[in-house]
């Protein structure tokens, strides 16, 4: 009756309904009132109905909708009543009620996701049912790389809202890396003026590489930050923005110079002593140096950036910094040798303590790749665990936070079927049910150690994925599946019901459909859908060039 995705955790259904009509009210009692005015205005574009306000959550009378807080469910807990006294949703805080109203959306049909009424006269029910609801992790994550492929702002907005349609609640934004630096930062503007820009792509493979030779770019002004910010807390998602350091950096180097290892030949290929903005894919030699310089441009970014930012954690990266710059540079040896390191290892370990320090003595959290765990891991640091789960569990095992998010399993950008007519080629197959049947939380690790398990993130890298519908069909339908992993209390992978879920899928995909996602179809992509992304045809096995 329901197929409500991410699956609720207690359902029972009644026999009748509750229709929505011009006399309808919309009651949200005190401490709901912002969920109210989301709820109003999806509700009133979708039905063309006034749903006026009402003054009572209780007062709803048999064809209104309440919202209130309960103060004995838990922060993102929620119940749903539907019964001949109307609809109820009640959560133990705002974002618990928010995450009801979704479901309350769900079971008013695929139309209440439209931008317009398809008619005026149509009927809106909600059927009679009792949901009792509650997620499995309070980190229910999506990552999306707006640096390699700029996504301009009506399109990350557009993804808060289908993150908040399937219940996801953390936002990693992906802001800075090689080929592009996407946040405007007042002190330092040529980080914009420089490094927003490539001139070229690369896409075709390593062996036979084609350049694009139309420039790329793009950033998000500081006013358009405090916009998505806002219109994420609006859906109760906070956004963790990620500043990669010290790897991951040539668009920054471009910018600066001085930021890079001057010391050493950075001259490219094509003879230029400069470097630019990176126009190809891999990891990048090309490193910030150990200096005092540096460590004072990027607390002056990330000043900037807790400004902007209100999250609990900020992302530092960390991931992929080949050490050879440092191992021949007389700069980064003596600082070795200054700070009595071993070797290069401790050099990064150095590199993120210093922004450990900084961040906790400012009331943030770090969070870093695992690579971060190399060298000894920084105090109250966590980890997000891409390189398969082992940087996890040693994490977990060491008292640290994690997020699960290994590239086996939940990496968006590898395919989703291995034939010939699937238009990004990179990577492992990982189907819809790979992604259904991916367990966030490890059996070694000990109940006591699983606690650390903050909860699981699926990333969107887009090498492969130049604009948004490529994004929307690499994301979706697996995003689904992974939101009711993240989410719903689902038994161990062996024993979940893969096909029961394909089932709900079915009226899922209408959902999809009203809200124009461009997911992949369960039959294979729609002809439009085969055109040869960034890296050319598909290709047999796994290049490991992303
Ligand atoms: C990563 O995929 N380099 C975190």
């Known amino acids: 009756m329901t197929s409500l995705i991410p699956a609720p955790r207690r359902v029972v259904a009644g026999f009748g309904e509750v229709r ?45 909708i309440g919202l209130r807080l309960d103060p004995e469910l838990g922060p993102e807990e929620y119940r749903l009543v539907s019964d001949p006294t109307g609809v109820r949703v ?3 805080s705002a974002a618990g009620v928010f995450r009801g109203a979704q479901t309350l959306r769900q079971l008013l049909g695929p139309d209440a996701y439209r931008r317009a009424p398809l008619s005026r006269d149509r009927a809106w029910a909600v059927p009679h049912v009792t949901i009792e609801d509650a997620p499995r992790f309070r980190w229910r994550g999506l990552m999306l790389d707006v640096a390699r492929h700029f996504m301009p702002k009506e399109g990350v ?60 770019g793009g950033y998000y002004s500081q006013d358009d930050i405090r916009e998505i910010v806002a219109y994420a807390a609006e859906r109760h998602i906070a956004v963790v923005p990620e500043i990669d ?52 441009f990027y607390e002056g970014v990330f000043e900037e950036v807790l400004e902007l930012f209100p999250s609990e954690f900020v992302h530092i990266g960390g ?75 040693a994490a977990a095992r060491a008292g640290h936070d994690v997020v699960m998010c290994p590239e086996q399993q939940v990496y968006l950008d590898h395919r989703q079927a291995p034939g010939p007519d699937e238009p990004v080629p990179i990577g492992y197959v990982r189907t819809l049910e790979d992604v259904y049947r991916f367990e966030p939380v490890p059996d070694e690790l000990t109940p006591r150690e699983a606690a650390h398990v903050l909860g699981t993130q699926a990333n969107l890298w887009t090498e492969v994925m130049e604009d948004h519908a490529r994004v929307d069909y690499q994301a979706f339908p697996r995003l689904a599946a992974f939101a009711e992993v993240a989410w719903s209390a689902l038994p161990a992978p062996a024993e979940r019901d893969f096909a029961g879920f394909e089932e709900r899928m079915t009226a ?36 490991p060039n992303r």
């Open 319 to 393: 991931d992929e910094c080949p050490k050879d710059q440092w191992r021949h540079s007389p700069t980064a040896q003596a600082r070795i040798r200054e700070l009595g390191l071993a070797d290069e290892d401790q050099l990064q370990s150095w590199f993120i303590g210093h922004f450990d320090t900084w961040l906790s003595a400012r009331g943030r959290r770090l969070i870093g790749w695992d690579e971060i765990l190399e060298g000894g891991l920084a105090e109250g640091a966590a980890v997000s665990s891409w390189r398969g789960y082992a940087g996890g569990i």
């Open 508 to 543: 899922h995909y209408a959902r999809l459909d009203a809200l124009g996602v461009g997911y992949r179809p369960p039959s294979g992509p729609r002809p439009w859908q085969r055109r040869p992304g960034v890296l050319g045809r598909p290709i047999d096995g796994p290049p």
């Open 90 to 92: 009640e959560g133990g």
């Open 157 to 216: 907005l557009r993804y808060l809202d289908l993150m908040a349609a399937h219940k996801l609640n953390v936002f990693h934004f992906h802001l800075t890396d090689d080929q592009g630096w996407r946040v405007e930062i007042r002190r330092h503007p040529r980080l914009t003026e420089v490094g927003s820009w490539r001139a070229r792509t690369k896409f075709g493979h390593r062996a036979s590489p084609l350049w694009d030779e139309k420039p790329h």
């Open 20 to 64: 929505l009509t011009g006399d309808s009210r919309l009651c949200a009692g005190p401490g709901t009132e912002g969920v109210g005015r989301w709820l109003s205005a999806v509700l009133q574009q979708a039905t063309g109905l006034p749903l006026r306000e009402g003054r009572q959550p209780d007062d709803t009378g048999d064809t209104g």
């Open 245 to 296: 350091v010290p790897g991951h950096s040539q668009a920054a180097i471009a910018a600066y110079p001085e930021l890079g290892n001057t010391d050493v030949n950075t001259a490219s290929s094509k003879g230029d002593t400069a470097l630019s903005v990176w126009d190809t894919w891999g990891i990048n030699p090309n490193v910030l140096a150990p200096t005092d310089n540096t460590l004072r």
